[in-house]
T-cell receptor, first 115, second 113 residues
Framework: DQQVKQNSPSLSVQEGRISILNCDYTNSMFDYFLWYKKYPAEGPTFLISISSIKDKNEDGRFTVFLNKSAKHLSLHIVPSQPGDSAVYFC??????????????FGRGTQLTVWP | EPEVTQTPSHQVTQMGQEVILRCVPI?????FYWYRQILGQKVEFLVSFYNNEISEKSEIFDDQFSVERPDGSNFTLKIRSTKLEDSAMYFC???????????FGPGTRLTVT
């Protein structure tokens, strides 16, 4: 199942700089996209989502950009902080009416923010 | 802030034994899910559950698996006869209708020996 891809297994960024995490998808039926953060031995924590009718969604330091024609989305974290160090997962779904339904996950990108 | 909780945090079982993994969803959530993550692999969908019925299941969710909401609060995943390849982290997720956000529990690490 390669419908959601995160091609960079890791990213290292200095504190205060921007972190950009990328995600590609192949299924044109996907219309909701989510980003999750995961620490070791914990469950994924919801960060931010975007509907396919938008191209940008912001929440504090986190912004998600969606490029539907390229089937690409990215998560920007500005400024990056050491506490942001975690694995970031991109997930996608096809809207099932009032619910997300099944999520398809990428493999994740390990973000390390160094002081 | 309300959270999804899961018990146990770690379960070790012998091959062929039955296990039941438990989840307490966020109280006003109506849609429930089980996912799993085998070490080094993606998080994979197993099953979704709404209104006391399975809404969707993946090819992984064969007849060795079952789900139920026995008492209106707990949501359980049962594996009838565990195999070595069932060893994974199992995550419960819940969702309220209309907000398009799924919230995950901390997971149960299942080790089958």
């Amino acid at each position: 199942d390669q419908q959601v891809k995160q091609n960079s297994p890791s990213l290292s960024v200095q504190e205060g700089r921007i972190s950009i995490l990328n995600c590609d998808y192949t299924n044109s039926m996907f219309d909701y996209f989510l980003w999750y953060k995961k620490y070791p031995a914990e469950g994924p924590t919801f960060l931010i989502s975007i509907s396919s009718i938008k191209d940008k969604n912001e929440d504090g330091r986190f912004t998600v950009f969606l490029n539907k024609s390229a089937k690409h989305l990215s998560l920007h974290i500005v400024p990056s902080q050491p506490g942001d160090s975690a694995v970031y997962f991109c997930a996608a779904s096809s809207d099932r009416g009032s619910t997300l339904g099944r999520l398809y996950f990428g493999r994740g990108t390990q973000l390390t923010v160094w002081p | 802030e309300p959270e999804v909780t899961q018990t146990p945090s770690h379960q070790v079982t012998q091959m062929g034994q039955e296990v039941i993994l438990r989840c307490v969803p966020i109280s006003n959530h109506l849609y429930f899910y089980w996912y799993r993550q085998i070490l080094g692999q993606k998080v994979e969908f197993l099953v979704s559950f709404y209104n006391n019925e399975i809404s969707e299941k993946s090819e992984i969710f064969d007849d060795q698996f079952s789900v139920e909401r026995p008492d209106g609060s707990n949501f359980t995943l049962k594996i009838r006869s565990t195999k070595l390849e069932d060893s994974a982290m199992y995550f419960c997720a819940t969702e309220t209708g209309g907000k398009y956000e799924q919230y995950f529990g901390p997971g149960t690490r299942l080790t089958v020996t």
